[in-house]
Every structure is written in structure tokens, then in C-alpha cells.
């Protein structure tokens, strides 16, 4: 099979998903073109894709890396999005119910980015793309053992600060109050 053909239906199937990675470890809406980048470099270096792991779990490898150099060349200005997650969220919800909502995805993405880069990187993966381990293990090329470790590592790190987050909020309403 021609490798710019099969990128190009890997494009059609994973797109979205390498859309989302690179949407929550950058923390940005603006990464169209590290999406286009993450198939550059497939097509480039699709003679190297060894089909151990699945397109997908080799796409979001190459997104992760594209991120990192991203971040690398950004390192002189402070590069924190506004907003975390792409969807925005419908159903009915109320005003109020909606800022709630926000706020929430802003304490806990401001929270993530707070966390070291592995555990950032498991989160992501792991917590919000809801990768396997498998797939998260050849996409960082971790062990196993390391992938679950970071993980719950990672998940217990984030439980502490949000709830030091929540535990502010509160005596932040008392000093209003009193």
C-alpha cells in the first residue's frame, strides 16, 4: 500500500482524536497547524511505522513530540490558554449552571498544567482521551508498570490540588461573608 495513501486514511479515521490530544496537552483551540505538522511528518516518516502499536497510538506519539518542540520554541512567553476543553457543553444547562461548569474546567486545567510533564502527559492520555494502557505505553514508551505508577501518582497529585483549590474557594466565601 502507498504510505501517503494510508497516512491519508489514517488522517480520515484519527484526525479528530490527534484534534483533541493536541487540544488538552496544549491547552489551546489553535492547533491546526500542529495537526497538519503531526501528518507531515507521518507521511514523511511513514516508512518507520512498525505496527506494533495501532496508527492512532504512533500519530498521537508523533503529536506529542510536535507539542513538546511547540513548547520549546514558546519558552520565552508564558503560554497558558484560556480554555481547556474543546466542547462546549449543551443540554439545557442554566446560566449559572454553565459558569459553574467553566470555572471547574479552568480550576482543573489550571491545575494539570500545574503537575509535572509525565503525570500531565498520563493524565491526558490516560484520563481524558481515555487511551489504553497499552496504547498509552507506546505512545510515551513507557513500561506498563510506569504507565499505571504515573497514573495513579499523577490522578492522586491532582485529587490533593483540586481539593486544595476547593478548600480556597471556601475561605475565600467566608472572608466575603465575615
Do not use: C
Not at 14 to 25: A, G, T
Not at 101 to 126: A, G, H, P, W
Not at 143 to 150: I, P, Y
Request: proline share 2%; hydrophobic share 35%; charged share 35%.
Amino acid at each position: 500500500m502507498d504510505t501517503s495513501y494510508e497516512i491519508e486514511e489514517w488522517f480520515n479515521l484519527y484526525s479528530d482524536d490527534v484534534y483533541n490530544f493536541l487540544v488538552y496537552y496544549t491547552g489551546s483551540k489553535e492547533v491546526d497547524d500542529l495537526v497538519q505538522d503531526v501528518f507531515i511528518r507521518a507521511i514523511k516518516n511513514g516508512g518507520r511505522f512498525e505496527a506494533r502499536s495501532n496508527p492512532k497510538t504512533w500519530l498521537i506519539s508523533i503529536a506529542r513530540n510536535i507539542a513538546i518542540d511547540h513548547f520549546r520554541k514558546k519558552r520565552w512567553e508564558r503560554y497558558l490558554p484560556e480554555k481547556f476543553f474543546i466542547k462546549q457543553v449543551s443540554g439545557g444547562k442554566q446560566p449559572e449552571e454553565q459558569i459553574i461548569f467553566e470555572e471547574e474546567k479552568n480550576d482543573l486545567y489550571t491545575e494539570i498544567m500545574k503537575l509535572k510533564q509525565s503525570y500531565r502527559d498520563v493524565l491526558v492520555m490516560r484520563g481524558i482521551l481515555e487511551m489504553s494502557v497499552e496504547d498509552t505505553m507506546n505512545a510515551l514508551r513507557w513500561s506498563e508498570a510506569k504507565v499505571v505508577l504515573t497514573f495513579h501518582r499523577a490522578r492522586k497529585a491532582l485529587k490533593k490540588q483540586m481539593m486544595n483549590v476547593e478548600r480556597g474557594k471556601i475561605d475565600e466565601t467566608r472572608e466575603q461573608q465575615g
